[in-house]
């Protein structure tokens, strides 16, 4: 069935060091990816976004991979910091979804000083 | 930065009661969504409008939820009766539409006694 998993459901960085939060998606049909932000008590804040005629792209200090050959995508995150502590999920769509989200699990980062 | 806002924040009621969460989208997107998350787990759409009319309902437990969107801007999701297992927080998402990334409020977390 459809799914988006996460590899790792938490993830300890050093402060000043780059994280990499890994996604494994199932659906061949996916072409729309989106990395959320989810602090405690919060909704989920959009981080960066990333379609699949693209491999990659960057925000600001962070970039998203994507490789539809292995279903799979990461966000890293360069020079983490404090406020970097949170959830992060990943979500995918498909054309034929309505463009609608699929979430999964969350993966728990946070930043040691 | 436009948001998207919900009320109530909490609501604490006893199962059998009634319950409403209201949600204002950021102006102007025409696209929006409910999503139900539990604790540990990313969100699950429940509903999704485009403008005043449902796109899907599908996973709305139509039983005891509803939803409405009537002049196509703010909406409201109710459950009668409430039930212990609908403890979760809610959350209210809107896009320009179903291409552009969806912009979350920080929800509503529902408790049952």
């Known amino acids: 069935g459809e799914s988006v998993g996460l590899h790792l459901p938490t993830l300890s960085v050093q402060e000043g060091d780059n994280s990499i939060i890994n996604c494994a998606y199932s659906n061949s049909a996916s072409d729309y990816f989106i990395w959320y932000k989810q602090e405690s008590g919060k909704g989920p804040q959009f981080i960066i976004d990333i379609r699949s005629n693209m491999d990659k792209r960057q925000g600001q200090r962070v970039t998203v991979l994507l490789n539809k050959t292995v279903k799979h995508l990461s966000l890293q995150i360069a020079a983490t910091q404090p406020g970097d502590s949170a959830v992060y999920f990943c979500a995918e769509s498909h054309s034929g979804s309505a463009r609608q989200l699929t979430f999964g699990s969350g993966t728990q980062l946070t930043v040691l000083p | 930065e436009a948001e998207v806002a919900q009320s109530p924040r909490y609501k604490i009621t006893e199962k059998s009661q009634a319950v409403a969460f209201w949600c204002d989208p950021i102006s102007g997107h025409a696209t929006l969504y409910w999503y139900r998350q539990i604790l540990g787990q990313g969100p699950e759409l429940l509903v999704q409008?485009?403008?005043?009319?449902?796109?899907?309902d599908s996973q709305l437990p139509k039983d005891r939820f509803s939803a409405e969107r009537l002049k196509g801007v703010d909406s409201t999701l109710k459950i009668q009766p409430a039930e212990l297992g609908d403890s979760a927080m809610y959350l209210c998402?809107?896009?320009?539409?179903?291409?552009?990334?969806?912009?979350f409020g920080d929800g509503t977390r529902l408790s049952i006694l």
């Open positions: 998402a809107s896009s320009l539409d179903g291409n552009q990334p969806q912009h």
């Open positions: 409008f485009q403008d005043e009319s449902v796109v899907d």
